[in-house]
């Protein structure tokens, strides 16, 4: 098997590639300067928007870890021509770091994103495992604003949010071994559903900051980031469903699913931000 590795220069792929250093991966990059390659590591470049870049890439290739495409307009477009290129390139296998509730009608827009990318795995006649990651259990503390405030539309809603090195760890596992997970769809998760507020409290205990959740409406939300930012509609969309997701229950769903394929339970809020 020769597997290959994108996002390596992201947090998620870079954990990845140091639980599976021994196996030395091709390593893929959009800038291959900024990948912290080990003496003698294959490092190649390519987009994903570049279909002869990426089959290029991924020559002799047979397992591949996709980790899912920059938030962007063209994100979907930028799936279907890394997907169609694995494809064309041979690989047999492909890891796709997907979204908890992904679905066609998915509150969380970006989730609507990840299961078109899925839709074209399957339809790619390759093998695929899918990664069905929550939201980020070491990234919700970051939302905080200079005040330590965490605003948006969620509520009382729950999120099982996941640490990124269970996902990483069960993504490594599944690509030491993928037939054994050929076909499978993970959703990993937490070990609880946690509301904004508890979120806020806990993660400001471990960090040593006061951090608080602040509820706001729809239109409040997209009033201040929309005159703070002046980001595009698709963005703004991004931003507000991220809690609105969480306030009706779309991401509250806890699974066991981490333990599945790591044998051990999903870190606790607190463990993720300890780095345990």
Do not use: K
């Amino acid at each position: 098997m020769t597997l290959a590795l994108t996002g390596v220069t992201g947090h998620l792929g870079r954990l990845v590639a140091t639980r599976l250093a021994d196996m030395s991966p091709v390593l893929v990059a959009r800038d291959p300067a900024r990948v912290a390659a080990a003496p003698g590591q294959v490092v190649r470049q390519a987009t994903y928007a570049d279909a002869a870049a990426c089959r290029a890439a991924f020559r002799g290739v047979t397992t591949l870890l996709l980790v899912s495409a920059a938030e962007s307009r063209t994100r979907r477009e930028e799936h279907r021509s890394v997907i169609g290129a694995a494809a064309d390139a041979g690989v047999e296998h492909i890891v796709y770091t997907s979204f908890a509730g992904a679905a066609p009608d998915a509150t969380f827009t970006l989730g609507r994103d990840h299961y078109d990318a899925e839709l074209a795995i399957q339809e790619s006649g390759m093998a695929y495992t899918l990664l069905r990651d929550n939201f980020y259990a070491d990234v919700l503390p970051t939302f905080a604003d200079a005040s330590g405030a965490i605003r948006g539309p969620a509520g009382d809603g729950r999120v099982a949010a996941v640490g990124r090195a269970d996902v990483a760890h069960a993504a490594a596992l599944v690509l030491r071994t993928p037939r054994e997970h050929s076909r499978m769809t993970y959703t990993l998760t937490g070990p609880e559903a946690l509301t904004l507020a508890e979120v806020a409290a806990r993660a400001g205990a471990v960090l040593g900051r006061h951090l608080f959740f602040v509820d706001e409406t729809e239109e409040s939300a997209y009033a201040w980031r929309r005159a703070e930012y002046g980001a595009e509609q698709w963005q703004l969309d991004a931003w507000v469903s991220t809690y609105t997701a969480i306030r009706d229950g779309s991401v509250a769903t806890v699974t066991r699913d981490v333990e599945r394929v790591t044998r051990h339970p999903a870190r606790t809020l607190e463990e993720v931000l300890r780095g345990e």
